[in-house]
């Protein structure tokens, strides 16, 4: 273990590609007012996946004062807007502005980008055994947890 050679270990080298990645899209996100913390936000709005700041928090797995942060930042770019839920007053209701409905997609675009320049060189059979051997080390890493 004393050589241990960095370069060669899988999880070294799966988070640097991974800052990459979000250093590369940060900055082709930022003329778009969107940073990489708030695409599973947007995602999952657009997606309906949640209405609430609770139910995001529980679905993309964080604390509730951080995705406060995150819904304040979105609310002040007018990505988002709250509402009173009419149901329950004290819930607000998080939906998508036009701004980012319009942006989302631009977005996606970028991220996808990102994706297609990591793959370059790479055969559609590796990118579909590159992307199940990803699934499967993160289902491993899930397990009791």
Do not use: Y
């Not at 050589?3 to 899988?10: A, F, I, M, S």
């Amino acid at each position: 273990m004393n050589n241990l050679d960095l370069n060669r270990v899988p999880s070294f080298l799966i988070k640097r590609v991974s800052q990459e990645l979000i250093r590369q899209a940060e900055v082709r996100l930022r003329p778009l007012g969107i940073g990489m913390a708030s695409m599973p936000v947007l995602g999952a709005l657009q997606r309906g996946e949640a209405r609430t700041q609770a139910e995001l928090a529980r679905l993309l797995q964080v604390e509730q004062p951080s995705m406060a942060q995150t819904l304040a930042r979105l609310e002040r770019d007018q990505l988002i807007r709250r509402r009173p839920d009419p149901e329950h007053k004290r819930i607000q209701i998080v939906e998508l502005t036009e701004l980012a409905l319009t942006r989302i997609p631009q977005a996606k675009e970028i991220l996808w980008e990102g994706n297609i320049k990591a793959l370059a060189g790479f055969s559609d059979e590796e990118v579909e055994r590159f992307v199940d051997f990803l699934q499967r080390a993160n289902a491993n890493l899930r397990v009791d947890s």
